[in-house]
């Protein structure tokens, strides 16, 4: 079990315990669906292993990436229904594989980016948001288009990241994680009864994707060293 799971400091467990707590209570109070719970849930597993670099996380993203297109389709943000199926699914088969491969004492070896790097993620982040927003404000029933297609081109672009397994993923996330509460504030306004969940597990996605950065940015230093 220690191979699988890795070793879990106070902070991970208080962490996993306190969204997990939070979101059981609000699925009574608010008489929310079994089915956001466990979106939620898988949700928060997938990315605090990702944060440890555990290949677990690809496990319970598989789920999440159903799960969480489904919510996204009922809801009218058609840029994520089509970037969890079309991309995540098939993502997530090529990260575990890639993450598998590349570990060295049962660690994953995590790396940094250079300056040339950094200039074309940002400049792929905003062309793709513009471009995608613009296509997305033709579909009718589109909510938020640039919103959704600015968390949907972020995705993307962080996702290549980690499966190459680049630290500077997690300054995408927290960009991205920050939008995605905003445009599940929106949805929440417009009466969405999935709203408040998917507003704290984004929510508690930015607070992972902070930890996430301080932890890659030491594990790939030790490389470097």
């Known amino acids: ?3 699988t799971w890795g070793d879990w400091n106070l902070y991970e467990i208080a962490w996993l315990g306190l969204f997990s707590g939070i979101a059981i209570v609000l699925t009574v109070i608010m008489k929310d ?9 898988t949700g928060v597993l997938c990315v605090v292993l990702a944060a440890k670099g555990n290949l677990m996380t690809y496990v319970f993203g598989m789920y999440n990436t159903f799960g969480y297109a489904y919510l996204a389709y009922v809801n009218g943000l058609f840029g994520e229904v089509m970037l969890n199926l079309l991309f995540f699914v098939p993502m997530n088969a090529v990260g575990f594989i890639m993450w598998k491969k590349h570990r060295h004492g049962g ?6 980016m250079d300056r040339r790097g950094l200039f074309l993620v940002a400049a792929v ?5 513009l471009s995608l927003g613009f296509g997305l404000s033709f579909i009718p029933s589109q909510n938020s288009p640039y919103i959704d297609a600015l968390t949907t081109v972020l995705s993307v672009v962080a996702t290549v990241l980690m499966v ?6 997690w300054l995408v996330y927290i960009v991205l994680n920050i939008f995605t509460v905003l445009l599940w504030v929106i949805r929440t306004l417009d ?16 607070v992972n994707a902070v930890y996430g950065y301080y932890t890659w940015n030491r594990g790939a230093k030790e490389v470097l060293l």
């Open 1 to 3: 079990m220690k191979k």
């Open 33 to 41: 669906t079994l089915f956001g719970f466990t979106v939620f849930l």
């Open 107 to 112: 660690k994953l070896v995590m790396r940094q």
């Open 125 to 129: 982040c905003a062309l793709g948001s």
């Open 164 to 169: 190459r397994r680049f630290k500077e993923q």
């Open 191 to 206: 009466g969405s009864p999935d709203g408040v969940l998917m507003i704290i597990m984004w929510s508690a996605y930015l």
